[in-house]
């Protein structure tokens, strides 16, 4: 199991890297959510997921998480 993690981790980094992905990118998150039209809880749970692994003070993660929250559930009453 252990193996496993860690190989998928070091996969998944190698192909951060080949694509210049960096924690950088994690601050796109909120702005990226808003562009679904419909988005569903699977979906927003994984963008907080990645929001709160932002480089940016939790105050702001928290700002941004609400913000995708407000999306969600906006969209859910069309």
């Known amino acids: 199991m252990y193996r496993h993690v860690i190989g998928s981790e070091r996969m998944l980094e190698f192909y951060r890297r080949q694509a210049g992905i960096t924690p950088r990118w994690l601050r796109m998150a909120k702005a990226e959510f808003r562009t679904k039209p419909a988005p ?5 749970r994984a963008y907080l997921w990645l929001l709160f692994r932002a480089p940016v003070p939790l105050t702001k993660r928290i700002e941004h998480g609400l913000g995708m ?8 009453r069309r």
């Not at 569903?40 to 927003?44: D, G, I, K, Q, Y």
């Not at 929250?69 to 859910?76: E, Q, V």
């Open 40 to 44: 569903t809880f699977w979906e927003l």
């Open 69 to 76: 929250l407000g999306h969600f559930l906006r969209a859910r």
